[in-house]
């Protein structure tokens, strides 16, 4: 079992930046893939972006030059570090773990972008 705990989330306006958090514990892998999902009201659960456990990050076209992913193995941590965001980012945002095609989820922050 692995525990997923964000923290950062909150209500920017447009424009403006919010870094998320997550910490891991448990029954951590070396080799796994951490990342942030994001669903909107009504719609489905969408990647952000993810990051293997060397170091190799893909992120949605839509925060593509916007959105940084960065991770500490040793803090078994992943961050996503959000610039210029736009009210269409405004979503739950979920910490994810997946290692072994066994997925894990956080509880989920709330990002709210004012326009």
């Known amino acids: 079992q692995v525990q997923l705990v964000e923290s950062g989330g909150g209500l920017v306006q447009a424009g403006g930046s919010l870094r998320l958090s997550c910490v891991a514990s448990g029954s951590i892998f070396t080799l796994s893939v951490m990342g942030w999902y994001r669903q909107a009201p009504g719609k489905q659960r969408e990647l952000v972006a993810d990051?293997?456990?060397?170091?190799?990050?893909t992120y949605a076209d839509s925060v593509k030059g916007r959105f940084t992913i960065s991770r500490d193995n040793a803090k078994n941590s992943v961050y996503l570090q959000m610039n210029s965001l736009k009210a269409e980012d405004t979503a739950v945002y979920y910490c994810?773990?997946?290692?072994?095609?066994?997925?894990?989820w956080g509880q989920g922050t709330q990002v709210t972008v004012s326009s």
């Open positions: 990051i293997t456990s060397g170091g190799t990050a």
């Open positions: 994810n773990y997946h290692s072994w095609n066994v997925h894990y």
